[in-house]
């Protein structure tokens, strides 16, 4: 149990653990029962050996949209999770632009159409190199288009993401992914890389490194097995796996889906550490989704109105912030100190 008070005056969150999971063994025939215990209670379900739909968490209104009425717009009250408001934005503001990054090389601008293609190649680019529900993805990376695709895009998977700047150093950058149970690693960049990778491979468990940016020609890999992806290959790998869901295709069948539920953890964010080790805590959909709803009556904003994004985008301010003006239609201009003023 764990909580916290993310903005004064709007929200003291309590948050719950993951779902546990519970092999019941000794079953007899092709068949096992799985038994996933959780606060919305437990359920029951066998897992053939013959012809079994694999189980995806996925969000509902994102992913699954042709099961939504085209006629009907999605309201705020019926999010389910965070990734849930793309759909809602793209049917009110879809080619207005939604960010500008032009300070990372390439430069990027988004509208909001094209934000959401994005954030669902990365989706699925995720599941193709092995992420599943419940797992924790550290994301240590710092402000810019590409860290909000891949918070976003590792929520829309079930997943829960772990999140911290580049800035922090190695040992608490370690303490932090060990700490959460992180399996996994997305970072800014290959430089960043490069000065935690010796530490990391040592000490921790990783699957797979993800870079936002930049080219893994810089990266020092002497003596390391760890597979690692830039950010293109892994939005490659998810839009090969989209097409392959289209017409004709017996691929879109083999799955099973479940709506990630309010009450799911959505991320770990952890304190600054300025008494001992930072601590984590624990956000769910619903308190996240709390803060969208609940801004506009602190942050005016209107569609087509600018925004500038510096704070970090880790910062629990700014990153409730960021999620609800996507909400209204701004667009958001990614800025540093050194470039405020000009901006």
């Known amino acids: ?71 009907t717009t999605l309201g705020s009250n019926e999010w389910k999770s965070v990734p849930d408001i793309w759909r809602s934005s793209v049917e009110k503001y879809g080619d207005r632009v939604a960010v500008v990054d032009p300070y990372h090389e390439p430069p990027s601008t988004f509208t909001y159409k094209q934000l959401e293609q994005e954030i ?14 419940d797992e924790k993805i550290a994301l240590f990376a710092d402000n810019s288009c590409r860290w909000l695709v891949a918070d976003q895009g590792i929520m829309a998977t079930g997943a829960v993401n772990v999140v911290r700047g580049s800035r922090s150093s190695v040992e608490e950058l370690l303490q932090i992914y060990r700490h959460s149970e992180s399996v996994a690693l997305v970072v800014d960049n290959p430089e960043f890389y490069n000065r935690i990778a010796e530490t990391f491979s040592k000490k921790a468990p990783l699957r797979f490194v993800i870079l936002l940016w930049g080219d893994k020609s810089s990266l020092v890999t002497s ?26 295709s017996n691929d879109a069948g083999k799955y099973k889906y479940e709506s990630i539920h309010p009450d799911d953890i959505a991320t770990i964010m952890y304190t600054s550490g300025t008494t001992g080790n930072p601590k984590g805590v624990m956000l769910t959909h619903q308190n996240l989704l709390h803060q969208i709803r609940n ?41 540093s100190i050194r470039f405020l003023k000009d901006d």
């Open 1 to 71: 149990m764990a909580s916290t008070s993310l903005v004064p005056s709007i929200l003291v969150s309590y948050c719950s653990p993951s779902p546990q999971f519970r092999d019941s063994g000794n079953l007899k025939g092709s068949c096992r029962r799985i038994c996933v215990s959780s606060r919305r209670g437990s359920r029951v379900h066998a897992e053939s050996t013959i012809q079994e739909k694999e189980l995806r968490r996925c969000s509902q209104f994102l992913e699954r949209s042709s099961s939504f009425s085209k006629d």
């Open 295 to 335: 801004l506009s009556e602190f942050v005016p904003a209107k569609a087509g109105e600018r925004f500038l994004s510096m704070l970090p985008s880790w910062h629990a301010y700014e990153r409730a912030c960021e999620y609800f003006i996507f909400t209204c239609g701004v667009e958001q201009k990614y800025t």
């Open 120 to 133: 669902l190649d990365f989706v699925e680019g995720l599941r193709v190199v092995g992420v599943k529900a």
């Open 223 to 248: 003596g390391r097995k760890t597979p690692v992806y830039c950010y293109n290959d892994i939005k490659n790998l998810g839009h090969e796996g989209r097409a392959r869901f289209g017409a004709g």
